[in-house]
Nanobody, 115 residues
Framework: QVQLVESGGGWVQPGGSLRLSCAVS????????VRWYRQTPGKQREWVAQ???????DYADSMKGRFTISSDNAKNTVYLQMNDLKPEDTAVYYC?????????WGQGTQVTVSS
């Protein structure tokens, strides 16, 4: 059974940094596509970044230069390093894995950016 567990969220002041983790169990994700999304109340879930086969990365335009996605195959974990955080980055962040055409989601981790 594939499970994704996010962690690392919290409160941070504008300009601060957080590193989110997505621990994957039940499968080896090294050949999979893993994405980070975020969602605020009343809005659609927004794609943030993705990593494919542990190396090919892509980002939403508003995250380029501030967010970095990476993975540690030995730990079966995907990370999202978020720098220069802004209040508009406040959201619940979810990781998502596509495996054999099926989508798996974690429970999400809350990120709050405020002074």
């Amino acid at each position: 059974q594939v499970q994704l567990v996010e962690s690392g969220g919290g409160w941070v002041q504008p300009g601060g940094s957080l590193r989110l983790s997505c621990a994957v169990s039940g499968t080896i994700f090294s050949n999979s596509l893993v994405r980070w999304y975020r969602q605020t109340p009343g809005k659609q879930r927004e794609w943030v970044a993705q990593i494919f086969r542990g190396s090919t990365t892509d980002y939403a335009d508003s995250m380029k230069g501030r967010f970095t996605i990476s993975s540690d195959n030995a730990k079966n974990t995907v990370y999202l390093q978020m720098n220069d955080l802004k209040p508009e980055d406040t959201a619940v962040y979810y990781c998502n894995l596509i495996l054999s055409g099926e989508a798996y989601w974690g429970q999400g981790t809350q990120v709050t950016v405020s002074s």
